[in-house]
T-cell receptor, first 111, second 113 residues
């Protein structure tokens, strides 16, 4: 079992719709969770971090964390073509900075 | 603030050679982590340095090594290159070791022929 799992997609949504990206992780003791966006040929860019159960909103992005279910998600409201990218879920499973990454979900927003 | 910088951006080497990659973290960041990204395996953790000490190490062979200097700049070295080492090598910096956000540099694209 991989430490962090994501649906690889591809996920396609029409412009203006809500895109929902999901991630599960194996270590129940994990404390910090991150979403990165990676455009083709570029390095990952941090979108959101979340540490506590519940929702965290930042503009059009909402991260949701459920530690009991070992599940973290990212919602993108009013999706734009510029949101088309691969979204990576990362989990820090110890007290250091050893991040485990999912393989990413490819999102395409159709104009 | 300037972001994370990595040099060189591109490298072409042949099997058996060795290579050194460099990373300069964001000013004030003391933790530097290295990752290997390949299409098949995704992003995999290599190691993390904090205050010149390696604190975490991923599951890579001993051919992969690194170090951190007193100014927090870091280098990683790969010896006896293999074809499978072709990848994007990413460096990420964060303020300290504990659950902090990591910010990535542009990466070094290594091609082994």
């Amino acid at each position: 079992q991989k430490e962090v799992e994501q649906n690889s997609g591809p996920l396609s949504v029409p412009e203006g719709a809500i895109a929902s990206l999901n991630c599960t992780y194996s270590d129940r003791g994990s404390q910090s969770f991150f979403w990165y966006r990676q455009y083709s040929g570029k390095s990952p860019e941090l979108i959101m971090s979340i540490y506590s159960n519940g929702d965290k909103e930042d503009g059009r992005f909402t991260a949701q964390l459920n530690k009991a279910s070992q599940y973290v998600s990212l919602l993108i409201r009013d999706s734009q073509p510029s949101d088309s990218a691969t979204y990576l879920c990362a989990v820090n499973m110890n007290t250091g900075n050893q991040f485990y990454f999912g393989t990413g979900t490819s999102l395409t927003v159709i104009p | 603030k300037a972001g994370v910088t990595q040099t060189p951006r591109y490298l072409i080497k042949t099997r058996g050679q060795q290579v050194t990659l460099s990373c300069s973290p964001i000013s004030g960041h003391r933790s530097v982590s290295w990752y290997q990204q390949t299409p098949g395996q995704g992003l995999q953790f290599l190691f993390e340095y904090f205050s010149e000490t390696q604190r975490n190490k991923g599951n890579f062979p001993g051919r992969f090594s690194g170090r951190q200097f007193s100014n927090s700049r870091s280098e990683m070295n790969v010896s006896t290159l293999e074809l499978g080492d072709s990848a994007l090598y990413l460096c990420a910096s964060s303020l300290d070791r504990a659950n902090n956000e990591q910010f990535f540099g542009p990466g070094t694209r290594l091609t082994v022929l």
